[in-house]
Nanobody, 128 residues
Framework: QVHVVESGGGLVQAGGSLRLSCGVSEGTFSTYVMAWFGQAPGKAREFVAAVSRSGVTTDYSDRVKGRFTMSRDNAKNTVYLQMNSLKPEDTAVYYC?????????????????????WGQGTQVTVSS
């Protein structure tokens, strides 16, 4: 059973920073494409960022591009999301997801349906 656990959420003022972490137990971490999704109250879960298995390639939504940075440490079975210049509209529960390599092809990585394992989420609240 693969377990995905997020941490690092919290309350921050606009313009501030947070770093989210996501650990994966069981399985071979380096075989997973990893992603972050955000879900604001009353809205659908939406793609934020993804990183390839090697960590060399990343992709971001237009909304966070230039402000958020996703990385991974395969030796620690962990991915990170560095969130800078936070805005009130970034307020959401952030979920970490793991999927097989097929996720990286085409537009699959943007879809919640393509990921096999999910964490419980961590709340990020940005005050104005």
């Amino acid at each position: 059973q693969v377990h995905v656990v997020e941490s690092g959420g919290g309350l921050v003022q606009a313009g501030g920073s947070l770093r989210l972490s996501c650990g994966v137990s069981e399985g071979t971490f380096s075989t997973y494409v990893m992603a972050w999704f955000g879900q604001a109250p009353g809205k659908a879960r939406e793609f934020v960022a993804a990183v390839s298995r090697s960590g060399v390639t990343t992709d971001y939504s237009d909304r966070v591009k230039g402000r958020f940075t996703m990385s991974r440490d395969n030796a620690k079975n962990t991915v990170y999301l560095q969130m800078n210049s936070l805005k009130p509209e970034d307020t959401a529960v952030y979920y970490c997801a793991a999927g097989t390599d097929k996720v990286w092809f085409g537009r699959r990585r943007f879809s919640v349906d393509e990921y096999d394992y999910w964490g419980q989420g961590t709340q990020v609240t940005v005050s104005s």
